[in-house]
């Protein structure tokens, strides 16, 4: 099994630049994909970016230019880099992993961009 914890979501102003982090911890060696996603009130959850174990990257249209996803595999943790947030980034942010038979979920941070 794999554990994900999500953490550095809060209240920000628009404009602003927090760092979004995702912990793994059990069978982590057989981790391939990770990916962030986010659901805003009264939406659908969406995907915003992806990164493979090999570092390959993709992102959303909505966050491409503004996000960085990146990851380090001995320390078993990914981070989602926000730049110039917009009132429209305020959602819940839950990171996602997957092996070769699962798929895993973190809890969920909360990310509000509000002046």
């Known amino acids: 099994q794999v554990q994900l914890v999500e953490s550095g979501g809060g209240l920000v102003q628009p404009g602003g630049s927090p760092r979004l982090s995702c912990a793994a911890s059990?069978?982590?060696?057989?981790?391939?994909?990770m990916r962030w996603y986010r659901q805003a009130p009264g939406k659908e959850r969406e995907w915003v970016a992806t990164?493979?174990?090999?570092?390959?990257?993709n992102y959303a249209d909505s966050v491409k230019g503004r996000f960085t996803i990146s990851r380090d595999n001995v320390k078993n943790t990914m981070w989602l880099q926000m730049n110039s947030l917009k009132p429209e980034d305020t959602a819940v942010y839950y990171c996602?992993?997957?092996?070769?038979?699962?798929?895993?979920w973190g809890q969920g941070t909360q990310v509000t961009v509000s002046s």
């Open positions: 996602s992993a997957r092996d070769s038979s699962n798929n895993y």
């Open positions: 059990g069978s982590t060696f057989s981790i391939n994909l």
């Open positions: 990164i493979a174990s090999g570092g390959s990257t």
